[in-house]
């Protein structure tokens, strides 16, 4: 059963913080992903990663950044918490191939205060 | 920039009726249209995709159109049931690693 696990189900993170958002893949994915869920704007993306140590903006990198030093771990990092970065964070990870499935994570609903 | 739009926003359907979803996309080089299940509180899932080389492509219950010309592309849920109520999302990519996402339709099966 393949498997992308997020660190923490729910966050209650305070104002400027240092906000780090963990994933962990045990398929030996090549790629991983970071969307972020928001009510009537689905599924944005914020950054992904096509190998180790690379990175690659989304659509909405902006106040984010994002780490990958093994394959099968991708961090998020909301250098200063704001307000506006409340949402449900969703990890994912698919092969290498293009055009290929993507596997989620069950979500981290952050809530900065 | 590259966007996908996804009509309807909500959609509530009887018991045993069929249920349309359709989906815009702008980026005409999109070769692949995969469309996520997200039932309530749990992960988006995969229950069906398309690619541009095929027009129609059908699992059981489900089937999803693609109009390349229109830039359309649609699912189809027939014979619906309670268990297929959940949100729907369709994406498109262009065979990159960059997915675009519908807003998702949040679909009510009324037993």
């Known amino acids: 059963d393949v498997k992308v696990t997020q660190s923490s189900r729910y966050l209650v993170k305070r104002t400027g913080e240092k906000v780090f958002l963990e994933c962990v893949q045990d398929m030996d994915h090549e790629n991983m992903f970071w969307y972020r869920q928001d009510p009537g704007l689905g599924l944005r993306l914020i950054y992904f990663?096509?190998?180790?140590?690379?990175?690659e903006k989304g659509d909405i990198p902006e106040g984010y950044s994002v780490s990958r030093e093994k394959k099968e771990r991708f961090s998020l990092i909301l250098e200063s918490a704001s307000t506006n970065q409340t949402s449900m964070y969703l990890c994912a990870s698919s092969r290498g191939q293009a055009r290929s499935e993507a596997f989620f994570g069950q979500g981290t609903r952050l809530t900065v205060v | 920039g590259e966007n996908v739009e996804q009509h309807p926003s909500t959609l509530s359907v009887q018991e045993g009726d069929s249920a349309v979803i359709k989906c815009t996309y702008s980026d005409s080089a999109s070769n692949y249209f995969p469309w996520y299940k997200q039932e309530l509180g749990k992960r988006p899932q995969l229950i069906i995709d398309i690619r541009s080389n095929v027009g129609e492509k059908k699992d059981q219950r489900i089937a999803v159109t693609l109009n390349k010309t229109a830039k359309h592309f649609s699912l189809h849920i027939t014979e619906t049931q309670p268990e297929d109520s959940a949100v729907y999302f369709c994406?498109?990519?262009?065979?990159?690693?960059?997915?675009?996402f519908g807003a998702g339709t949040r679909l009510f099966v009324k037993a």
């Open positions: 994406a498109a990519s262009t065979g990159g690693f960059k997915t675009i």
């Open positions: 990663s096509y190998d180790v140590k690379m990175k």
